[in-house]
């Protein structure tokens, strides 16, 4: 079946610590996204990529860092610097061009605790 | 400009009633309108989707509203279930060629749906 994973389910982190979050799709999307979701503040854009080795920053890239050296996956990195990264994170693809509106599809979440 | 507005953040209804979800957006080059339900723990799922040619579309007891020059869509879940208990995410974007269909969510409601 084709969809998307993201690995952990859940992810603890110690001060100071970097973490890197898993998401790989088998849909042949394009383009790949990362959100965050906090209680009350829906979904906010940390990083989206249109394209294989490209990249921009969205709304809150503060503090991660992503890659996408293959179509395939679009890990993402909580770095020491994000100084509040207890959230639940979501990673979603699409498809690009003529079939760009056919809507994202999400992955089922990873939630990251500071311990 | 970016800017979608969604309303209320939560919402209760008893069985059977009607549940309506409201979203306000800016931008009149928006061209792609979708809702997305999430249960808790899991990631967002494409529940239903309008373009501005039609005024309305309906897909079982779920049908969006589609006002393009109030610049407004709602949701409408009729006959509501206990399972239909969810939060919803209204959503909007402009197609360009090659760029993806990046999403701009609306805030989010929370729908709890009372036996």
């Known amino acids: 079946d084709g969809g998307i994973t993201q690995s952990p389910k859940y992810l603890f982190r110690k001060e100071g610590q970097n973490v890197t979050l898993s998401c790989e799709q088998n849909?042949?999307?394009?383009?790949m996204y990362w959100y965050r979701q906090d209680p009350g503040q829906g979904l906010r854009l940390i990083y989206y990529?249109?394209?294989?080795?490209?990249?921009q920053k969205g709304d809150i890239a503060e503090g991660y860092s992503v890659s996408r050296e293959k179509k395939e996956s679009f890990p993402l990195t909580v770095t020491s610097a994000q100084k509040n990264p207890t959230a639940f994170y979501l990673c979603?693809?699409?498809?690009?061009?003529?079939?760009?509106?056919?809507?994202?599809?999400f992955g089922s979440g990873t939630r990251l605790t500071v311990v | 400009q970016q800017q979608v507005k969604q309303s209320p953040q939560s919402l209760i209804v008893q069985k059977g009633g009607i549940s309506i979800i409201n979203c306000a957006y800016e931008?009149?080059?928006?061209?792609?309108f979708p809702w997305y339900q999430q249960f808790p723990g899991k990631g967002p799922a494409l529940l239903i989707a309008?373009?501005?040619?039609?005024s309305e579309k309906k897909e079982g007891r779920f049908t969006i509203s589609f006002n393009k020059s109030a610049k407004q869509f709602s949701l409408h879940i009729m006959d509501s279930q206990p399972g239909d208990s969810a939060t919803y995410f209204c959503?909007?974007?402009?197609?360009?060629?090659?760029?993806?269909?990046?999403?701009?969510f609306g805030q989010g409601t929370e729908l709890s749906v009372k036996p």
């Open positions: 979603a693809s699409s498809m690009t061009g003529a079939f760009a509106n056919y809507g994202y599809t």
């Open positions: 990529s249109q394209i294989v080795n490209d990249f």
């Open positions: 931008n009149t080059a928006f061209d792609y």
């Open positions: 959503a909007a974007s402009k197609a360009i060629y090659n760029q993806g269909g990046k999403l701009i």
């Open positions: 849909l042949n999307h394009d383009a």
């Open positions: 309008i373009r501005p040619d039609v």
